[in-house]
């Protein structure tokens, strides 16, 4: 890893053990998002299980843009939004905008949003969620021509602002444990 | 990896943000004058996902059936008594329907009429919800080499579920009746008028464009029309129900909420291309 040679200090031996743990640790953000949005589609048999998946994938990438950016650049955003685009049966290219624009948002807010508490930053992920749903309902209606209902858009941004307290809980438990570099 | 000073990176590293954000928009357009490409994304990584979805269905279901099992007891005892009733209702039902069944038959014999030709037919597992936060969708599990081509109908054991938009090598995606995007030629059994049934994303769709005179009753049956050439005449649709508003709707006879096994039937029809969903404007320049 050249990174860690830039910074002084002791550590220990660099073995292949121990850069596939780091390697791993630094993956989990997008991998547990990626993983989440595939468990997302599973036939769970839930009834409008299709919001759940704009839902994850916001919380995900709104979580670890705030808290671990380096481990959510905006290339993986971008991947995850094609993804986003294709499993949930979107005009291509609305998810990696949406999700991109969440993103930037997030990193410029960072100052502020990260010395908030929990509740204030639950607040401001439902503003995101707002903004995102609109976001999407007007590109995918520009996108294909025709007025679409609110309903599903509003039931989204309903849906996202309550996933997030479930998610993040896990998430904040993650970050100080096992997908902290520091630790590795 | 080409060595760059700091400056250089902060730069690159500033520029991510706005070029991907400017790649978006160009896969937009790309989705857009190519929706061939998105189709055939989509359905690789829906046949790359299936059988994961599929292996994982069966537990799924396993586990739902118990859970509905154990509330099932609570009420087995007036649930027999009302089953019992309804098996000598029907009953007496079934023997009406032969009865007219054989006297349909000798009058079609004595008319000289050509039957039907008896559609071949597929059965294919529903292994996950194909639909969006704008869409109703659901996705097929269906063999290789299974034949089944862009159009053909999906039915339940209970009536019409929607008709196939996307096929792939291993997995065919249909597009729900109650789809945005869905519009049906229907007649309203009592009165034989057209109509078009016009899907909402709701549970009901609406009905609408029947003929002047012939408002649809509260409970009337629907069934297709094979006007257009798009779908065969009489399938069951579902039942009319009028809504709070006083707006037609139609209960769907299938239990869409609950597909599990679809039956796609090829009728050999060709006259009006699948609807499209969102995204995708692929139908008309591929033919």
């Known amino acids: ?184 | 990896m080409i060595r760059l000073s700091i400056q250089a990176r902060q730069a690159l590293a500033k520029l991510t943000l706005p070029v991907l954000i400017a790649a978006s928009f160009g896969l937009m357009l790309l989705g857009k004058a190519d929706a061939l490409l998105a189709e055939h994304a989509r359905m690789a990584l829906a046949d790359a996902l299936a059988p994961i979805y599929a292996g994982l269905a069966e537990p799924l279901a396993g586990l739902r059936d118990t859970i509905a099992g154990a509330t099932d007891l609570w009420d087995i005892q007036a649930e027999n008594a009302q089953l019992r009733d309804e098996n000598e209702r029907l009953r007496r039902w079934q023997s009406i329907a032969l009865a007219l069944d054989a006297e349909n038959q000798r009058l079609k014999a004595n008319l000289r009429w050509i039957p039907d030709p008896a559609p071949s037919y597929v059965t294919a597992r529903v292994v996950a919800d194909a639909g969006g936060v704008y869409a109703k969708a659901v996705l097929l599990s269906v063999g290789p080499n299974h034949g089944i081509r862009k159009g053909e109908i999906a039915l339940d054991e209970r009536g019409l579920v929607g008709r196939v938009t996307e096929v792939g090598a291993r997995t065919a995606r249909v597009l729900l009746l109650t789809d945005l995007n869905s519009r049906i030629p229907v007649i309203l059994e009592n009165s034989r008028a057209h109509a078009i049934l016009v899907g909402t994303n709701g549970a009901r769709p609406r009905l609408t464009y029947w003929a002047e005179g012939a408002m649809p009753q509260e409970g009337e049956r629907v069934v297709t029309s094979a006007e257009a050439g798009a779908f065969p005449a009489n399938l069951p649709v579902g039942t009319v129900h009028f809504s709070a508003a006083n707006v037609p709707e139609v209960v769907p006879a299938a239990m869409l909420d609950r597909l599990e096994i679809v039956r796609i039937f090829d009728y050999g029809l060709g006259g009006v291309a699948a609807p499209e969903a969102p995204g995708r404007l692929s139908e008309r320049r591929e033919r």
Do not use: K, N
């Open chain 1, 1 to 184: 890893m050249a990174r860690a040679d830039e910074t002084p200090g002791i550590r220990p031996r660099s073995t292949l053990g121990r850069r596939l743990d780091i390697a791993a640790r630094h993956a989990f953000p997008a991998g547990c998002t990626i993983l989440l949005m595939l468990l997302t589609e599973t036939p769970f048999g839930i009834a409008d299980q299709a919001a759940l998946l704009p839902a994850v994938t916001l919380a995900c990438v709104y979580f670890w843009s705030l808290f671990r950016p380096a481990a959510m650049p905006p290339p993986v955003v971008f991947l995850i939004g094609l993804l986003f685009d294709l499993l949930g049966y979107l005009p291509l290219g609305v998810g990696p905008l949406t999700l991109l624009v969440v993103h930037g948002l997030a990193l410029r807010w960072r100052p502020v949003l990260s010395r908030l508490g929990f509740a204030s930053v639950w607040l401001a992920f439902a503003g995101f969620a707002v903004g995102a749903a609109a976001l999407g309902w007007v590109l995918t209606a520009l996108l294909s021509f025709r007025l679409l209902p609110f309903g599903p858009a509003l039931f989204e941004a309903l849906l996202t602002a309550a996933v997030y307290p479930a998610l993040a809980v896990l998430f904040i438990r993650a970050h100080r444990t096992m997908a902290d570099p520091e630790r590795a």
